[in-house]
Nanobody
Framework: QVQLVESGGGLVQPGGSLRLSCASS????????IGWIRQGPGKERDVLSC????????VYTDSVKDRFTVSRDNAKNAVYLQMNSLKPEDTAVYYC????????????????WGQGTPVTVSS
């Protein structure tokens, strides 16, 4: 079973930055495509971006395209989401999720999920 753990969420002011981490102590993440998905208050889950096992990145949500960056550190068995220029509308619970194939554009395509980490952007 793939167990994922997110960390790094919290309260940040508009315009600030956060880096979220996704890690696993049970599996090697570079065998999976890892997506970052968020769910804002009263909203559906959106896939933001995803990195394949071959380190190819796809951005699915235009509103984060120039602000959020996904990266891997295989030595640390971790995947990161660097979030810059945060806006109040970025407030959400952020999840990392894995699938053993190419990246997917829909949250339902991901098989394994972390518990989520909340991000609040507010002054």
């Amino acid at each position: 079973q793939v167990q994922l753990v997110e960390s790094g969420g919290g309260l940040v002011q508009p315009g600030g930055s956060l880096r979220l981490s996704c890690a696993s102590s049970l599996v090697t993440l570079d065998r999976y495509s890892i997506g970052w998905i968020r769910q804002g208050p009263g909203k559906e889950r959106d896939v933001l971006s995803c990195v394949t096992s071959g380190n190819s990145v796809t951005v699915y949500t235009d509103s984060v395209k120039d602000r959020f960056t996904v990266s891997r550190d295989n030595a640390k068995n971790a995947v990161y989401l660097q979030m810059n220029s945060l806006k109040p509308e970025d407030t959400a619970v952020y999840y990392c999720a894995a699938r053993p194939d190419y990246c997917g554009s829909s949250w339902s395509m991901y098989d394994y999920w972390g518990q989520g980490t909340p991000v609040t952007v507010s002054s």
